[in-house]
């Protein structure tokens, strides 16, 4: 599948080292005003080449509009048509990979499903295909940005080096992430530890969904947390999703737990927010957070047992540009998920009101 969502509708298209990655977002409300600096700033911040911890490969991910949006900047309710142009591959790095399956790498699986496979990066298994992803995010935050909704993603953990509580539950149990300078430079530590030796890391990316309204979602197949959880584990290397208090609700006591009401629902329905924001898969008005855990980048920088496809074993040394901690580059994708599932959840809302 290539293309992702029900009536806000992302389908995407291009290879790592193809020519181009892009895109159509078909759904967009007509009349909402583009922002490109505000898109351009949410791309650059998944760019690669900025951060020296992670991927050195530098693209200038500057979008290209084909259609949808009127000169004026204004969206015309049609499909939006975007493409990103590839400046800056160097398949050659690639060439050992043409007849050798990377271990925990989707090369071997992509071959069984198609019987071939793009070697060159890794083809659509590539993370340069979120690129597509923050361009249909940052545009339908372009039009969410009108109901006050809010999305903040961070890292919040990388490897051992963690924040205990990513969240934190302050007055009128409001949600922010928890950060500090010291956990930060920890964390960047151990990066570029594993950078150094080779090696990769992986980590925890934190979100939460703040301003949304009571009532959205569709109970039993339909539910919010499994649509969110739909698109995140569609994300690059992400292993696991949990919201509210994810696993640690299965270590407590029913009476730790409850989310007692407030008198009158006011200021908020609820005094606490264990439940993460969604009961029976509706949302309570309260704010929606969630975990993603992501596996360590699988390409590392020392020589590793390759298959061949002939089921020989070589010792191979992969070359090419890798992030030693794919979680790094990872909120603003998460973000920019978010951002579609919520566009999604309001055009079915607005169908169901209508």
Same mark, same amino acid.
């Given at each position: 599948? @290539? #293309?992702?969502?029900?009536?806000? +509708?992302?389908?995407?298209f291009?290879e790592?080292?193809?020519?181009?990655?892009?895109?159509?977002?078909?759904?967009?409300?007509?009349?909402?005003?583009?922002?490109?600096e505000?898109?351009?700033?949410?791309?650059?911040?998944?760019?690669?080449?900025v951060?020296?911890l992670?991927?050195?490969?530098r693209?200038?991910?500057?979008?290209?509009? *084909?259609?949808? /949006?009127?000169e =004026?900047?204004?969206?015309?309710?049609?499909?939006?048509?975007?493409?990103?142009?590839?400046?800056?591959a160097?398949?050659?790095?690639?060439?050992?990979?043409?007849?050798?399956?990377?271990?925990?790498?989707?090369d071997?699986?992509?071959? *069984?499903?198609y019987?071939?496979?793009?070697?060159?990066?890794?083809?659509? $298994?590539s $993370?340069?295909?979120?690129?597509?992803?923050?361009?249909?995010?940052?545009l339908a935050?372009?039009?969410? $940005?009108l109901?006050?909704?809010d999305?903040?993603?961070?890292?919040?953990?990388?490897?051992? /080096?963690?924040?205990?509580?990513p969240?934190?539950?302050?007055?009128?149990a409001e949600?922010?992430?928890?950060?500090?300078? =010291?956990?930060?430079?920890?964390?960047?530590?151990?990066?570029?530890?594993?950078r150094?030796?080779?090696?990769?890391?992986g980590? +925890?990316?934190?979100?939460?969904? #703040?301003?949304?309204p009571?009532g *959205?979602?569709d109970?039993?197949?339909?539910?919010?947390?499994?649509?969110?959880?739909?698109?995140?584990?569609?994300?690059?290397?992400?292993?696991?999703?949990?919201?509210?208090m994810?696993?640690?609700?299965?270590?407590a006591?029913?009476?730790?737990?409850?989310?007692?009401?407030?008198?009158?629902?006011?200021?908020?329905?609820?005094s606490?927010?264990?439940?993460?924001?969604v009961?029976?898969?509706?949302?309570t008005?309260?704010?929606?957070y969630? @975990?993603l855990?992501?596996?360590?980048?699988?390409?590392?920088? +020392?020589?590793?047992?390759?298959?061949t496809?002939?089921?020989?074993i070589?010792?191979?040394?992969? +070359?090419?540009?890798?992030?030693?901690c794919?979680?790094?580059? $990872?909120?603003?994708?998460?973000?920019a998920?978010?951002?579609?599932?919520l566009?999604d959840?309001?055009?079915q809302?607005?169908?169901v009101?209508?």
């Open positions: 599948m @290539n #293309t992702f969502g029900e009536r806000l +509708r992302l389908t995407t291009g790592s080292h193809g020519k181009a990655m892009g895109g159509i977002l078909d759904g967009m409300p007509s009349g909402v005003e583009i922002d490109m505000g898109i351009q700033e949410m791309i650059d911040r998944r760019r690669t080449g951060d020296p992670t991927s050195q490969r693209e200038t991910d500057v979008p290209e509009i *084909l259609s949808g /949006v009127s =004026d900047g204004f969206t015309l309710g049609t499909p939006i048509g975007f493409i990103f142009r590839n400046s800056d160097r398949s050659g790095d690639y060439s050992e990979l043409a007849d050798h399956f990377r271990p925990n790498h989707a071997y699986c992509y071959d *069984l499903r019987g071939r496979r793009d070697y060159r990066g890794g083809g659509r $298994a $993370a340069r295909e979120t690129v597509n992803w923050v361009m249909g995010g940052a935050r372009e039009w969410l $940005a109901y006050d909704f999305v903040e993603a961070r890292l919040t953990a990388v490897g051992h /080096v963690h924040y205990d509580e969240f934190e539950f302050g007055e009128n949600i922010g992430i928890a950060y500090n300078d =010291d956990v930060e430079a920890a964390m960047r530590a151990e990066v570029e530890r594993a150094s030796e080779g090696d990769s890391v980590g +925890r990316v934190s979100c939460v969904i #703040t301003g949304v009571g *959205l979602g109970p039993v197949f339909g539910k919010v947390q499994a649509r969110l959880a739909q698109a995140m584990m569609s994300l690059n290397a992400v292993k696991g999703f949990e919201y509210g994810g696993s640690r609700m299965a270590e006591r029913g009476s730790e737990v409850i989310d007692n009401f407030n008198e009158g629902f006011c200021p908020t329905p609820f606490s927010n264990h439940a993460g924001g009961l029976g898969g509706i949302t008005g309260m704010p929606i969630f @975990n855990r992501f596996k360590p980048t699988p390409t590392i920088g +020392r020589p590793v047992a390759m298959a496809e002939d089921g020989e070589d010792i191979v040394q992969a +070359r090419g540009r890798h992030d030693p794919v979680a790094m580059r $990872a909120p603003v994708i998460v973000e998920l978010s951002w579609m599932v566009g959840l309001m055009l809302q607005q169908l009101i209508s």
